[in-house]
């Protein structure tokens, strides 16, 4: 059974109640829920953290033994050398979601430190990038 891990960074867990208008109104409990019954062929895994540290230490983790990595790394996207490096680092492949289209907004979100090390990026269909993501991974 392959195994996958989706990572969110800061304020993902916020999912729902967060600025619905961009992000909808699902919480991401509810759907990962539905996520992994429609996959029930696939381990797929959810770590969300705010903390830049620990999502890079959980790349890390599973960068060399998991068959994908699903990447959300929000607002550390735009800043964090960190993550870039370690999405480089890993063997795993990466791919990066993002809930909104990055490139329809503010001009600091056009920059991504993920994007040059990542497989693919999958950016503006809402929630369903992740689903996006899942299946280029099947
Ligand atoms: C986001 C886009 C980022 O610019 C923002 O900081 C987020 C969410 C998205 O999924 O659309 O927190 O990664």
Do not use: W
């Amino acid at each position: 059974m392959k195994k996958l891990i989706i990572i969110n960074g800061p304020n993902l867990n916020l999912l729902g109640k967060r600025e619905p208008n961009v992000y909808g109104s699902l919480s991401f409990t509810d759907f990962f829920d539905a996520v992994q019954k429609r996959y029930p062929n696939l381990a797929i895994e959810h770590f969300q953290s705010n903390i830049e540290g620990e999502l890079i230490t959980k790349l890390q983790e599973c960068g060399f033994t998991y068959d994908g990595i699903i990447l959300n790394a929000a607002a550390y996207t735009h800043t964090s050398v960190g993550i870039g490096d370690a999405v480089k680092a890993i063997e795993t492949p990466v791919v990066e979601v993002h809930i909104s289209n990055t490139f329809g907004r503010e001009e600091f979100r056009h920059q991504s430190f993920v994007s040059p090390n990542a497989k693919g990026v999958i950016l503006g269909f809402g929630l369903q990038g992740y689903e996006l993501a899942i299946e280029s991974f099947m």
